[in-house]
């Protein structure tokens, strides 16, 4: 499952903006509209970027709650969910 990190990352890499290290910023998501922060719509954990999963309900899940057909595996999946 694609967490945001991984969304934004490969957004960028489509785009052609390369992060050394695949580091990124709170700038870099405002950036690309996707959330720093958020927290887990089952368990109320607190997530960021990196461990929060985007599912098809539209609410961020950490990984242990978001069920692997709940989550995205690839940012084509995701885009056609989320396109603006
Ligand atoms: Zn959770």
Same mark, same amino acid.
């Given at each position: ?25 709170? !700038?870099?998501?405002? $950036? ?7 927290? #887990? *719509?089952?368990? /109320? =954990? ?5 461990? !929060?999963?985007?599912? $098809? ?7 242990? #709650? *978001?069920?692997? /057909? =709940? ?14």
């Amino acid at each position: 499952m694609l967490t945001i990190f991984d969304i934004a990352l490969a957004l960028d890499r489509q785009a052609g903006i390369v992060h050394p290290d695949d580091r990124m910023t709170g !700038a870099d998501l405002d $950036r690309l509209r996707l959330p720093m922060f958020g927290g #887990c *719509a089952i368990c /109320e =954990a607190s997530l960021a970027a990196f461990n !929060a999963v985007p599912t $098809r309900s539209g609410f961020l899940a950490c990984e242990d #709650c *978001a069920s692997p /057909e =709940a989550g995205y595996e690839t940012l084509v999946d995701f885009l056609a969910d989320n396109a603006e």
